[in-house]
């Protein structure tokens, strides 16, 4: 099993829509979890920090559910400009190390 | 603050010869991480290193590939004898650790001809 586990999509969706995306991950002792964001030829650029309580960023919500070993994004209203590829990113406890997942690929439409 | 710096942007590489890829981390960060990237594909991991360490290098192709990151100076990703297969995009990123997040370099295209 993969340390770091996404659907790779895509995701075609139209303007305004709501799209989630889901991660999960297999080392239990994972510790810090992020999304990242990379434009196509681009370097991965972070979208933001998934705490235990869940965090929102505007029209992004980031959720863990550490039971499941899963984390979840959450984009509404999406853009034309929100199309990317979706990293998910896990922080492992035991050597700091940043494992990614392959990626989500979104690709929103008029 | 600058962020991560990676040089060149572009290089370009005849089959046989050497490549030398550079990463200088933001300042103050002591962990630095280099994943290549295939077009179409994504990000794979390749070695993750300390100051003067190297503590995981799984992703490493067993030969013609090293990486080093000396107490002075920026980290090195280093290719020996390229093959057209190792045209990539070759990411670096740095953190300081502690489970913080990391932050990307713009990246070293490689292209073997």
């Known amino acids: 099993r993969k340390e770091v586990e996404q659907d790779p999509g895509p995701f075609n969706v139209p303007e305004g829509a709501t799209v989630a995306f889901n991660c999960t991950y297999s080392n239990s002792a994972s510790q810090s979890f992020f999304w990242y964001r990379q434009d196509c030829r681009k370097e991965p650029k972070l979208l933001m920090s998934?705490?235990?309580s869940g965090n929102e960023d505007g029209r992004f919500t980031a959720q863990l559910n550490r039971a499941s070993q899963y984390i979840s994004l959450l984009i509404r209203d999406s853009k034309l400009s929100d199309s990317a590829t979706y990293l998910c990113?896990?922080?492992?406890?035991?050597?700091?190390?940043?494992?990614f997942g392959t990626g989500t690929r979104l690709q929103v439409f008029p | 603050n600058a962020g991560v710096m990676q040089n060149p942007r572009h290089l370009v590489r005849r089959r046989g010869q050497e490549a030398r890829l550079r990463c200088s981390p933001v300042k103050g960060h002591s962990h630095v991480y280099w994943y290549r990237q295939l077009p179409e594909e994504g990000l794979k991991f390749m070695v993750y290193?300390?100051?003067?360490?190297?503590?995981?290098e799984s992703g490493m192709p067993k030969e013609r590939f090293s990486a080093e990151f000396p107490k002075e100076g920026p980290s090195i990703l280093r290719i020996q004898q390229v093959v057209r297969g190792d045209s990539a995009a070759y990411f670096c990123?740095?953190?300081?650790?502690?489970?913080?997040?990391?932050?990307f370099g713009q990246g070293t295209r490689l292209t073997v001809v």
């Open positions: 290193l300390q100051k003067e360490n190297i503590i995981d």
């Open positions: 998934v705490y235990s």
């Open positions: 990123a740095s953190s300081q650790g502690l489970g913080e997040e990391a932050f």
């Open positions: 990113v896990v922080n492992m406890r035991n050597t700091d190390k940043l494992i």
